[in-house]
C-alpha cells in the first residue's frame, strides 16, 4: 500500500509560480513511477509529467513550464509550475504506480490550482 499527500496549490496570477508537492509514505520499494496528472472543469484528466526512475515525460502543454523534482529525503515529488496560464487551472493528482505483482495506481486527493487575474 502507498499513501500519497498533496500540498501547495492555491491562487496564482498568470505569469506567476506554484510549487506542488506529494510525500509518499507506506511501501515506497514498490512504486515504479510517480506523477502528477490534472482535471481542469468539464474535461477529462490528463497527464502532466511523470517520472520513472530518473527519466522525466511532461505533456506537450506544459513542456518548458513546468518540472518535475524528487525529494528523496522527504519521499516526495514536486511539480514547479512556471509562467501559469489561465488554463493550467484545475485540481492536481499525485500518482504512484505500482507494477508488481501487477499493476495498482495510488491517487491523492487533489489540490486546486487557480490561475486567474
Known amino acids: 500500500q502507498v499513501q500519497l499527500a498533496e500540498s501547495g496549490g492555491g491562487l496564482a496570477q498568470p505569469g506567476e509560480s506554484l510549487r506542488l508537492s506529494c510525500a509518499a509514505s507506506?511501501?515506497?520499494?514498490?512504486?515504479?513511477?510517480m506523477g502528477w496528472y490534472r482535471q481542469a472543469p468539464g474535461k477529462e484528466r490528463e497527464l502532466v509529467g511523470i517520472?520513472?526512475?530518473?527519466?522525466?515525460n511532461y505533456a506537450d502543454s506544459i513542456q518548458g513550464r513546468f518540472s518535475l523534482s524528487r525529494d528523496d529525503a522527504k519521499a516526495a515529488l514536486v511539480l514547479q509550475m512556471n509562467s501559469l496560464k489561465p488554463e493550467d487551472t484545475a485540481v492536481y493528482y499525485c500518482?504512484?504506480?505500482?507494477?508488481?505483482?501487477?499493476?495498482?495506481?495510488?491517487w491523492g486527493k487533489g489540490t486546486l490550482v487557480t490561475v486567474s487575474s
Open positions: 517520472m520513472t526512475g530518473e527519466t522525466t
Open positions: 500518482n504512484a504506480v505500482q507494477m508488481y505483482p501487477s499493476r495498482v495506481d495510488y
Open positions: 507506506g511501501s515506497l520499494d514498490t512504486i515504479y513511477s
